[in-house]
């Protein structure tokens, strides 16, 4: 949504909302110093009106134009003169101000524009109607003249207590300001406020086949895009009111025959809208043609631009024409008690004023206020003024070449799509506001105000750039080593990155800051597409940017200086709503505890995570899918600098962390980092710090190359389900190449999921560090490495060939070597061989493996370019592997090459032996791990 504006600041993405226009009640200024009355001043005469030379404002003095008899203009004028406040403009309209005052504004204008002596201020008095658009846009054509707007009751008994709360309101005018009073000298200031966006499917329009709604504006623009889209949503017939000749003009012939093609019953008849007579006759031939108007769409509108200084009464009043004087003629040629349905289509501009559109600005703003009366004449009929920001792609923008200077004064274009929605969706609600304007972003307009609650102090929304409250906020933070301690805690490669959980809290800060909720959202489509780096001796400023997409939902992005806020780092979805009970998941596995200690084993070797993160307090169960670990939840370090505010809107990001780092055990060889979450339903803040440790349980769900994604449950120490992770997914990056030093309980997973790729069938793993001697504690430590295999402790029973076997199945084998226990399991015949890879001489390995055998063992070393030793290991390895299970003569072959590089399958028949060499830590030779299975894949 990057505008022309150089200090034009993107949000998310470009938006439509409706606003409600409140009144709402503030505190009046502070009362102005009291100062001596000017001597000698007295109401000059009114100007001379249309063509004659404005009057001059000599400095300190006040110039007045009022209409006769003004309540207001003589008590107000002198207090002006008396305050000290400078020269000025005073335009004090009645209460049914009309086209007949155009010259009055129009000379009040000139006053305060006059070349030679511009004012210093301009105040304009009025009722219901009054110069409100006019004085926007002189305020917006010459910022210099400091503006004030009153509206009020004309006909009260004290003017006099009412013109010093008008002066005071000037006095507190620095730049523009408006302010209504009531009767009762209640103030009020018109403040936009954003209503919650539409549901994603509209209800059904107020409209049936067997209406006829009535459209002013002719058959092309914004009008008959919107007339169209009616007409085929509800089956309505449209009568078109236009001056445009069909015959002459392509465009307009065009749309006519759109609204054929689409099956619409539809009449265009020509005629002038401000004309009552061509009103009358055409709507005459609309109900002869297609029945009764009961609906009308008023979207006809002339507009000239012209800056002020060059503004003729004569076309001031035929702007006002069309709008008022048009819906007017339309209205009376109508029958009142068949009308259901009444829709204007007025501007922003007459709410906020725009250079160039003085007399639009006061067209579309009384044409709200006829629209607003008229709700009271019309009783049975609902009555929407709807004010537009200017459309791309069709309408008034788009004719008079204005739409890229729009953009440019920080004014977002309405999509024409995007229009036609907002106004189905405004029909179709009888509860939305009957007068709205309608927008996407519209910055540098001081004439327009938005409600500006003040939001909580939080780290990340620490410089707020933009901020249209229920719609977006965008705030800048800037994080250093210094600022961000954490950051310290997270360095990889040289380079501190803003951890995914830190990302995490920035996006439901800014969320919770924009929506006033403090409960935590489900976040949904969580991604993180590219690091967000900080130079460990520098600053990054990050950009976080939140918008609502829906009833109780918000988008929400990072960016970072680094790419110049041009590229989405970190983005959300974040859901709010009432807080649903977790439905129960998979059973906990019991497990058998590998041997890891994460503060030795886990934290450094494998782990980058510094003190902060460092929660992972053990595991229960470890294999290559899946992992149920105990996770810490204190935290004794602050996550941010002292002089900044330290609440957090999610629980303890360490915790977080931790349930994602914790799966690194399960792909030990390369280094995850996450990359997306489908959908987090995140624990309670309060709930969470009431507990000492939480039991994570991941289950991998699939794996595409070097992405894997899991799925959490997270409990407390009751076993009560208090957060849960759906499709996290974790990216392997600094692969390494598997040789070692490994931890053994660590070569588990890892054998495991290698076996994967060269084994026909799955393989589960277990490698238990240390050795026994005697045959009852080897096989103590191969009913442990099974338990840690099936994630349940087992009861081992062994054949009278000393086979061993678990009750229930599945079958299993276990090799004691080279100071480890490895264990596997699989769902059908199974073998495995751990051993030292030891240096002998080429006569000693012929003699252990034959003639045949060590013929194989030359062909690796041939093939492959590797030590002897290793390769006669791999076959003496597969031979142990074949003789476990009863193959008293072995015939060996090499089968094709796998896509593992380090790994060797050998082939004897039915059975396939995958072998691989791997360095234990602390040991001096590498270990060559041998397993077998034996059917098709």
């Known amino acids: 949504r990057e505008t022309g504006r150089p200090d034009a600041v993107a949000g998310v993405a470009p938006w439509v909302r409706a606003f409600a226009v409140d009144l709402v009640e503030a505190e009046p200024p502070a009362a102005p110093s009291p100062a001596e009355p000017a001597r000698g001043a007295a109401l000059p005469d009114a100007p001379p009106l249309s063509g004659a030379a404005a009057p001059r404002t000599a400095p300190g003095e006040w110039t007045v134009l009022a209409t006769d008899g003004h309540p207001l203009a003589e008590p107000l004028a002198e207090r002006l003169r008396s305050e000290g406040l400078g020269g000025g403009v005073l335009l004090c ?14 000379s009040a204008a000139r006053a305060a524009l006059a070349p030679s002596a511009p004012a210093a201020r301009f105040v304009a008095v009025g009722d219901r109607r009054g110069a409100a658009g006019l004085a926007k846009t002189l305020h917006l054509e010459a910022p210099s003249v400091a503006t004030t707007v009153v509206t009020l009751p004309l006909h009260v008994p004290d003017t006099g207590h009412l013109a010093s709360r008008v002066v005071a309101d000037v006095a507190a005018t620095t730049g523009f300001s408006e302010v209504h009073y009531d009767a009762e000298g209640v103030r009020r200031v018109p403040v936009l406020r954003a209503l919650a966006p539409e549901a994603a499917e509209p209800g059904p329009l107020p409209l049936a086949p067997d209406d006829v709604l009535l459209v002013t504006g002719g058959g092309k623009g914004i009008t008959a895009e919107c ?31 759109r609204m054929a093609a689409a099956g619409v019953r539809f009449r265009y008849v020509r005629a002038d809208v401000t004309s009552t007579g061509d009103v009358k006759a055409a709507v ?9 108007v009961t609906a009308v769409l008023h979207g006809a509108g002339r507009n000239e631009p012209r800056a002020l200084a060059d503004l003729d009464e004569a076309g001031f009043r035929r702007t006002l024409a069309v709008k008022i004087a048009g819906l007017e003629a339309v209205l009376a040629a109508v029958d009142p008690a068949e009308l259901r349905l009444l829709v204007t289509f007025g501007s922003i501009i007459g709410r906020a004023g725009l250079r160039g559109e003085a007399d639009y600005a006061v067209a579309n703003d009384w044409m709200t206020d006829l629209v607003a009366r008229l709700r009271e004449d019309l009783p049975g009929c609902r009555c929407v003024a709807l004010e537009w920001s200017v459309w791309a792609g069709a309408g008034m923008g788009e004719r008079l070449g204005v739409l890229e200077s729009l953009i440019r004064e920080g004014i977002a274009p309405i999509p024409a799509d995007d229009g036609i929605a907002m106004l189905r969706h405004v029909l179709a609600d009888p509860d939305t506001p009957d007068t709205l304007v309608v927008m996407g972003s519209t910055s540098g307009l001081p004439t327009l105000t938005l409600g ?10 620490e410089r707020v750039r933009v901020h249209v409250p229920g719609v977006e906020l965008v705030a800048d933070s800037e994080l250093s080593a210094a600022t961000d301690p954490y950051l310290a805690d997270h360095l990889l490669d040289g380079v501190l990155l803003l951890p995914a959980v830190l990302g995490m809290e920035a996006m439901a800060q800014a969320a919770a800051a924009l929506t006033g909720r403090d409960t935590p959202p489900v976040l949904e489509r969580a991604e993180f597409l590219r690091p967000v780096a900080v130079p460990p001796d520098g600053a990054t400023t990050i950009r976080v940017a939140v918008l609502t997409t829906g009833p109780g939902t918000v988008r929400a992005v990072i960016r970072s200086g680094e790419t110049d806020f041009r590229a989405d780092h970190f983005r959300a979805d974040l859901r709010y709503g009432p807080r649903e009970p977790l439905p129960e998941g998979p059973p906990v596995p019991p497990g058998v505890a590998p041997a890891l200690d994460p503060a030795s084993d886990m934290y450094g070797p494998v782990l980058f995570q510094g003190t902060r993160f460092q929660r992972l307090a053990g595991y229960r169960h470890l294999a290559a899918k899946e992992c149920v670990a105990e996770i810490t939840t204190r935290a004794d370090l602050p996550w941010f600098a002292g002089y900044l505010p330290s609440g957090l809107v999610l629980a303890d990001p360490g915790t977080r962390d931790a349930l994602m780092h914790t799966i690194q055990a399960c792909v030990p060889d390369a280094t995850l980092l996450p990359v997306g979450v489908a959908r987090l339903h995140l624990a309670d803040p309060e709930a969470a710090s009431r507990t000492d440790r939480v039991v994570l349980h991941a289950r991998e769900r699939s794996r595409d190359g070097d992405t894997y994604v899991y799925d959490l449950d997270v409990r407390d120490e009751g076993g009560d389900l208090v957060e849960r992770w759906e499709g996290l997914e974790l990216r392997a990056v600094r692969k390494l190449d598997g040789y070692g030093p490994w931890e053994p309980a660590l070569l588990g997973p890892y054998l495991e999921r290698r076996l994967e790729a060269v084994l026909p069938a799955p393989v589960r793993c277990a490698v238990l560090p240390g050795s026994a001697e005697g045959v009852e504690a080897r096989r103590a430590r191969t009913a442990h490495a099974l338990g840690q295999a099936l994630a349940r402790p087992v009861t081992l029973r062994h054949r009278p060939d000393g086979r061993p076997e ?18 596997v399991a699989a769902e059908r015949v199974v073998a495995c061989d751990v051993q030292s890879v030891d240096e002998r001489s080429a006569a000693d390995w012929e003699g252990l493996l034959g003639a045949e055998g060590f013929a194989l063992a030359r062909l690796l070393v041939a093939d492959r370019g590797e030590d002897l030793s290793l390769a006669a290991s791999r076959v003496w390895g597969a031979v142990e592997c074949l003789r476990k299970n ?13 896509a593992e590089e380090r790994w060797v399958v050998l082939r004897s028949g039915g059975a396939r032996i995958a072998t691989v060499a791997a360095l234990l830590r602390d040991a001096p030779r590498p270990a060559l791990f041998a397993v077998m299975t034996e059917g098709n894949g």
Do not use: K, W
């Open 886 to 898: 009863g193959h008293a003569r072995v015939e060996l072959t090499v089968d094709a090459a796998p």
């Open 93 to 106: 309209l009645p209460t049914d101000c009309d086209e007949e005052h155009v010259a009055l504004m129009l």
């Open 227 to 257: 007339a169209l889209d009616l007409a085929r949503g509800s089956g309505c017939a449209i009568g078109l009111l236009g001056r445009s000749d069909p015959e002459t003009d392509r465009e307009l012939a065009a749309n006519l025959g």
């Open 452 to 461: 500006q609650p003040d939001l909580p102090l939080r780290r990340f929304t």
């Open 284 to 292: 005459q031939r609309v109900r002869e043609d297609l029945g009764p």
């Open 806 to 823: 678990v009750d229930g199945g599945p079958a299993v084998s276990a090799s004691h070597g080279a100071g480890v226990t490895f264990a």
